[in-house]
T-cell receptor
């Protein structure tokens, strides 16, 4: 069975500082990894994905994520946080053998302050 | 450009009542999903439909039924609502193929009293 862990319920960072939101995964086959963001009272919005290729993937709003196969991690990063980045972030994984099922982590709330 | 549309946005039910949550997508996606979101538990898959005419159970299917009415529509039914089903429900759809990302509706906030 595939699973995702987001070990931090909340991450606090000052505006202008770099941010990292952690994610580790477990799958039996090759992983397809995703990050989504949820703003208050909204549905989830896609940020970025890793399918294959370069371990550093770039996505929307200046976010990027680093795939590390040996550590089974896919951490979300941004060099300089903005207050408007404050939201709930979800990591998700899909096994290449289970083409339909997308499994989400529990979410990490990012709070960026001035 | 509607994307994924869910109705209703809010609903309050009494224990034992039934209701159907509606979801429609206009992106010609084959796969559709129903998730519930609860604090501290993230999104949990209730049911999904990989293609028109098929449905499969997810992690938490008990107390729910689904219907894939056609390619556009995927409904979720609560036959006898329970307080444990108080949650925010999200419908999603996805492109066919392994690299397709999911698109989400705005959610239905359901309270069962």
């Amino acid at each position: 069975a595939q699973s995702v862990a987001q070990p931090e319920d909340q991450v606090n960072v000052a505006e202008g500082n770099p941010l990292t939101v952690k994610c580790t995964y477990s799958v039996s086959g090759n992983p397809y990894l995703f990050w989504y963001v949820q703003y208050p009272n909204r549905g989830l919005q896609f940020l970025l994905k890793y399918i294959t290729g370069d371990n550093l993937v770039k996505g929307s709003y200046g976010f990027e994520a680093e795939f590390n196969k040996s550590q089974t991690s896919f951490h979300l990063k941004k060099p300089s946080a903005l207050v408007s980045d404050s939201a709930l972030y979800f990591c998700a994984v899909r096994d290449d053998g289970t083409a339909s099922k997308l499994t989400f982590g529990t979410g990490t709330r990012l709070q960026v302050t001035l | 450009n509607a994307g994924v549309t869910q109705t209703p946005k809010f609903q309050v039910l009494k224990t034992g009542q039934s209701m159907t949550l509606q979801c429609a997508q206009d992106m010609n996606h084959n796969s559709m999903y129903w998730y519930r979101q609860d604090p501290g538990m993230g999104l949990r898959l209730i049911y999904y439909s990989a293609s028109e005419g098929t449905t499969d159970k997810g992690e938490v299917p008990n107390g729910y039924n689904v219907s894939r009415l056609n390619k556009r529509e995927f409904s979720l039914r609560l036959e006898s609502a329970a307080p444990s089903q108080t949650s925010v429900y999200f419908c999603a759809s996805r492109n066919q193929g392994v690299v397709g990302m999911a698109f989400f509706g705005q959610g239905t906030r359901l309270t069962v009293v």
